[in-house]
């Protein structure tokens, strides 16, 4: 089983690394570059967390894959390797963002759509939701297919539910159904 608490702290060590080389934003792309690998290549994921392939080879094929990362996030990928941790690689990204957006003093909003948002839209979100909330914001969009209409916001553990689903469930409610 996998911890964000062992995530974090490689997250947070990546950053301090990061800043301290005035490349936050590179970093994060890196590091978003190889998780979209991981993701997009199964037999790539397969290949770095099988426990029988020796962390050399494991190590070679990220370095021959990924012949641009930076020496900061090279060393943090081979580190995990080396420390049986590949499968962290994703929560290792994801804290990474958290550490951001904490740091820079954005507030993190998901928003979960039936379809991706256009431009004017998400400026619009945007800003309603920063002047709510008096803080800026750092808007992470995410697609559920499953879902007819709407949308689904959640801010700091709070959710604005304002799906065609969640409609729908309010009306039954009120139906008696």
Do not use: C
């Amino acid at each position: 089983m996998r911890a964000v608490g062992i995530a974090r702290k490689y997250a947070d060590a990546l950053y301090q690394v990061a800043e301290e080389k005035n490349a936050i934003e590179a970093t994060e792309r890196e590091l978003r570059t190889i998780v979209d690998g991981l993701q997009g290549t199964p037999e790539f994921g397969r290949f770095l967390s099988h426990p029988l392939i020796s962390k050399t080879n494991k190590i070679e094929l990220v370095e021959t894959t990924f012949p641009d990362l930076s020496t900061h996030s090279g060393n943090m990928l081979r580190l995990l390797i080396r420390n049986r941790r590949e499968s962290y690689l994703d929560l290792v990204y994801d804290q990474f963002v958290e550490v951001r957006i904490e740091a820079q003093g954005f507030v993190k909003v998901d928003v979960i759509a039936a379809r991706p948002l256009d431009e004017e839209e998400s400026r619009k979100l945007s800003t309603r939701l920063e002047t709510a909330l008096g803080r800026q914001i750092q808007l992470e969009e995410r697609i559920d297919e499953k879902l007819i209409g709407g949308a689904r916001i959640e801010i700091d553990g709070r959710v604005i539910d304002g799906t065609l689903w969640a409609r729908l469930g309010k009306l039954r409610a009120l139906l008696g159904e």
